[in-house]
């Protein structure tokens, strides 16, 4: 069956309401450990249906977000999803509290025990009004941010399009189309600040009604992280200014050196190469059956797998007019079938879409038999080692993509990955600021954000570009708006990708076989166990990040990958 075959039912919540909770009565009267997990079962189908319906109402807006339709579909959504929540909270509830829950610990672990424990703390009846506003704004933000038609070199284009001119060799261009896209920044900066505010406010509201102080432990909670809090995390940042920021700082400099520049302006940080970046030599469809030579190529699971998106054609990957930004991966649990969202343009970035997303798919479709849906997706700090290091084992097949540019794409990929740690803690220490100063105004987070760029990204010049300049670039950053707290997660998830990255080169089988174990352990367990699982050391562990990071540098200093054209 294909993606556009899936049959899309929009479910009558009032209905699903009644039949849930006479499935709970069921539960909560079951007299054997066989007879809780018959009605387990029976619950999980009528949660699976209601997400998988909501998954496909939510792709099918992303890649048309115009669509009427789905728009429809996706703001009814936006209305029961807390409805819903409301029910799937006196699951957990009954959960917790069944007679049976040592039978069921033994069989299924503690991790589905710590999810519900967490799943009850965030949610209260008092909150639904407050969780349909929150729903509400950030769909709005898509919307704005998918809106942008910016007239460029004869033409109408959204963010994405704009991208190949960002990175053009030629400087006057690159410039043109950097101030072209922020013009339409500009010209909304007054709506994503209310916007924002309105979200903080919103989301603070929810915290104290839950009883936390602020939003920041409940973000936590959200993301169902139990083995971590935020002096851990800010103790992590604290390791990447040390010790990550400096060697970023010389990669920087060096790649002013390569691109023959006085400076290095805003708008030449993302071009590499004074000749261009590495590019891919061919079109999208020809990506695509690269892509299945190289998964073929990888191992017979990645074989199987990739042939399975191809034929239920899972993935929509080009950049079009109307489409919303930005890539993804979701989970259709009726169907198990995985589902990939991208805006191809053209740029490298197309292949670590076909690399990262498919990433998170391959994990989706190793764990797409389990019993327990709460395990089918990780937290996503596990689930983003998944995308992140698939990035990596890929590496060798890289050619097949950039031809004679091959050399130059995979230094510029690690080199990326490296200088991305600093911008990622930079977005992570500006949400705790933000949501422990929930009155801040619109003006004193701007200020707040360029504090904290000029302390992990010392290097950045925005010339005369005074929007960025009093601190606007965070607004193109849609998980501030969207998923609060998730971006540190590419930071830890970074650090263990490298440690796969090279112990792929020392033992590619040793290396994949652990990738595979991490895929196949879902979520069934919390960060740090998973880590260990896999034998990766944990970010947070003392000397991690100094240790991990020394062969990446030593690598990137290699004249032999990066010579200094
Ligand atoms: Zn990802």
Redesign the pocket.
């Known amino acids: 069956m294909r993606f556009s075959q899936y049959k899309y039912n929009r479910p009558d919540i009032k209905k699903l309401e009644t039949k849930y909770n006479s499935l709970l009565y069921k539960f909560d009267s079951a007299k054997s450990p066989a007879e809780l997990e018959r009605t387990m079962t029976t619950i999980n189908n009528l949660r699976n249906e209601f997400f998988s319906m909501s998954s496909i109402a939510s792709v099918r807006n992303s890649i048309n977000t115009v669509d009427k339709t789905y728009k429809k579909e996706k703001e009814y959504f936006d209305k029961i999803n807390p409805l819903f929540s409301q029910v799937d909270t006196r699951y957990y509830q009954a959960l917790i509290k069944t007679p049976h829950r040592k039978t069921l610990e033994k069989k299924w672990g503690k991790q589905l025990f710590v999810l519900a424990e967490l799943a009850i703390k965030v949610f209260k009846p008092e909150i639904v009004k407050d969780l349909q506003m929150e729903n509400k704004l950030s769909t709005g933000y898509t919307d704005l941010l998918a809106s942008a038609k910016i007239k460029f070199e004869g033409e109408e284009r959204n963010l994405a399009q704009m991208g190949p001119f960002l990175v053009s060799p030629d400087r006057k261009m690159r410039k043109k189309a950097a101030q072209a896209k922020y013009e339409f920044f500009v010209t909304n900066e007054t709506k994503l600040d209310e916007l924002y505010d309105q979200l903080v406010k919103v989301r603070t509201t929810i915290a104290l009604k839950l009883g936390y102080k602020n939003f920041v432990q409940l973000g936590y909670d959200r993301m169902c992280r139990s083995d971590y809090d935020a002096g851990m995390v800010a103790n992590f940042r604290r390791q990447v200014k040390e010790y990550i920021v400096p060697i970023a700082q010389k990669l920087k400099a060096k790649q002013k050196q390569r691109l023959g520049l006085d400076k290095l302006k805003y708008y030449d940080e993302g071009l590499n190469f004074k000749d261009g970046n590495a590019k891919p030599k061919g079109e999208p469809e020809w990506i695509i059956n690269n892509g299945r030579k190289m998964y073929s190529g990888l191992s017979a699971e990645t074989r199987k797998f990739f042939d399975f998106m191809l034929k239920s054609e899972l993935m929509d990957l080009v950049a079009k007019k109307n489409k919303a930004g930005g890539g993804?991966?979701t989970y259709i649990p009726k169907y198990k079938a995985p589902f990939i969202f991208s805006n191809f343009n053209g740029t490298s970035g197309d292949i670590d879409v076909l690399t990262?997303?498919v990433?998170?798919a391959f994990q989706a479709y190793c764990t797409r038999d389990f019993l327990v849906p709460e395990y089918n997706s990780p937290t996503?700090e596990v689930?983003?080692i998944h995308?992140?290091s698939m990035e990596f084992f890929t590496h060798p097949w890289m050619e097949m993509f950039f031809k004679e540019d091959t050399k130059k794409y995979l230094f510029a990929h690690l080199n990326s990955a490296m200088i991305f740690i600093p911008y990622g803690v930079t977005v992570d220490e500006f949400q705790h600021f933000v949501y422990e100063n929930p009155d801040a105004s619109p003006v004193e987070r701007k200020k707040k954000w360029r504090e904290i760029e000029k302390k992990y990204l010392p290097h950045r010049d925005y010339d005369d570009n005074k929007y960025l300049a009093n601190g606007g670039f965070w607004h193109q950053q849609l998980h501030i708006f969207k998923y609060p707290f998730y971006y540190i997660d590419?930071t830890l998830a970074q650090i263990c990708a490298f440690q796969f990255w090279k112990r792929s080169m020392e033992d590619q089988k040793l290396a994949w076989a652990d990738y595979v174990k991490l895929c196949k352990a879902g979520g069934s367990d919390s960060f740090v166990k998973l880590t260990e699982l896999a034998n990766l050391i944990s970010p947070f562990k003392d000397g991690c990040v100094k240790s991990v990071i020394s062969t990446i540098e030593k690598w990137l200093d290699d004249d032999k990958n990066c010579k200094i054209q």
């Open positions: 993804y991966c990262h997303e990433g998170h996503s689930a983003e995308s992140m590419y």
